[in-house]
């Protein structure tokens, strides 16, 4: 099985792009790593953060080639990440974090926080990720999980799938999904022949913050 892969992130109308992707492809053991970051608005230093926390994630994947594809694989890189994160943090800064490891014919989906993983075949959405969200008293949105200095509350939710050739994997920060793009996106993703310019298009005609998306496609060797 072949991997193909389209990304894009952009700053949109924001002044920073606080949005981070990092990718690790290694042929020799057929494994490829592909991590998107989001750094979290109203706090310091998002694009720290989520640079971070991407890039030590795929590192993991880099120094431990032997090392099988697992959730505890996963568990693991992301404690490394948290104590690294945490020695990096001179003050409060936060990341969502939305992962996939592909190995042979297996993926394993992760994420913390709204950044999210949707995996599409034969048209349909097999798998889509939950955001960890929850609405304050006055109705405001919160991340209730995340990488945020000095908490623990960043362990991800784990799926593993066994994808086939003709799977697409779609991993994308809220500023693709979000802003009444939502039914915009499916459609698209539901047709024939989508791509990553079709992505980027709806993303950015309707942005008001970053945008980023990983497209991966799965084909026969």
Partial sequence: MKIYYESFSECGPRKNNEDYIAVREMPEPNRSVFVLCDGMGGHNCGEVASKLVAEHICDYWVKNPKRKDSEKKIIDACDE???????????????????????????????????????????????????????????????????????????????????????????CSDGVYGNGKWDILIDTMMGDGFDIDDIYSIAVNRCNDNISAILIRLYDV
């Avoid at 948290?82 to 042979?104: F, L, P």
């Avoid at 999210?116 to 097999?126: P, T």
């Avoid at 919160?142 to 509350?153: E, Q």
Wanted: charged share 25%.
């Fill in 81 to 171: 990440t948290m104590i690294a994160y945490n020695n990096k943090s001179r003050i409060e800064m936060g990341t969502t974090m939305a992962m996939v490891a592909i190995e042979d014919n297996k993926a394993i989906l992760a994420h913390c926080g709204d950044s999210r993983i949707y995996v599409i075949r034969d048209h349909r959405i097999i798998y889509q990720s939950v955001d960890h969200i929850a609405l304050t008293p006055e109705g405001w949105p919160i991340i209730t999980r995340a990488f945020f200095t000095g908490r623990s509350n960043y362990k991800p939710d784990i799926e593993e799938i066994e994808v086939q050739v003709g799977d697409m994997i779609l991993i």
